[in-house]
């Protein structure tokens, strides 16, 4: 019996209008549907393609053990994901070695940061796995400012908002573009650090981007709620032009 494929979905930043056409296609003739989750939540990954699956694919939600319970430096965090990707490879290897073939959903680039990545690692190996790529969560960002993010020579730093403070300062003060993700808790710690680094006047919080709900705001003019996930500050370059 011949073995299916893996298919790692890149479904771009959030407007389903931005998936490639690779992405749509596969999408419309899917019969096995894969995405995370967080427990008693429908997934964004799954929002994003609501009405664009066929009605009788069968959907396996992947539902991660932990999120924000505990912190990421808890030795149990590692050892619970650890679990729960092993376990769902597990189940998407029984499904192709059957034959049938299996999509699993990614919010933006699915090798940008994502949770595919991990089963990536542990199934490349083992299975026929083709990753379909995507317009990244924070290309629909800057691209929402309406300002170019670097120019000539600029050198751009994505940084992750989990960071140490001094570890933020150092990279921020070291960089002439900047993309800061994964704010969420970290938000007044990233805020402390762009104005260490004196970016804090130039930077811009994008919440939701390209998504109906999409909020841009100068930081230092922002009075809402900062969503916890769906965030993301950029400080643009001023490199040189002609």
């Not at 995370?36 to 929002?47: E, N, S, V, Y």
């Not at 083992?126 to 317009?135: G, Y």
Request: net charge negative.
């Amino acid at each position: 019996m011949s073995t299916g494929k893996l298919y790692g979905l890149g479904l771009g930043p959030g407007d389903p209008d931005l998936m490639s056409v690779k992405t749509h296609r596969l999408l419309g003739k899917a019969k096995h549907v894969a995405f995370f989750r967080k427990k008693g939540h429908t997934g964004q990954a799954r929002k994003m393609v609501d009405g664009l699956i066929p009605t009788n694919a069968i959907e396996f939600p992947m539902e991660y053990p932990v999120t924000t319970e505990i912190p990421v430096t808890d030795p149990r965090y590692n050892e619970m994901l650890s679990g729960f990707y092993e376990n769902v490879s597990v189940h998407l290897r029984s499904l192709t070695q059957t034959g049938e073939n299996v999509v699993v959903l990614c919010e933006g680039d699915p090798f940008f940061y994502g949770s595919f990545m991990h089963l990536y690692t542990r199934l490349n190996h083992l299975i026929d796995v083709e990753v379909v790529p995507a317009i990244t969560g924070m290309s629909g960002a800057w691209t929402a400012t309406g300002t170019p993010i670097t120019w000539g020579d600029d050198v751009l730093t994505v940084l992750m908002g989990t960071l140490p403070e001094k570890d933020l300062v150092r990279h921020m003060s070291d960089t002439d573009a900047l993309v800061v993700m994964k704010i969420g808790r970290n938000f007044e710690k990233v805020v402390r650090a762009l104005k260490v680094v004196d970016k804090y006047d130039d930077a811009w919080i994008i919440q939701f981007a390209t998504m109906p709900n999409e909020s841009i705001f100068k930081l230092s003019e922002m009075t809402e709620t900062v969503t916890p996930y769906f965030s993301i500050i950029v400080v643009h370059g001023q490199g040189r032009r002609p």
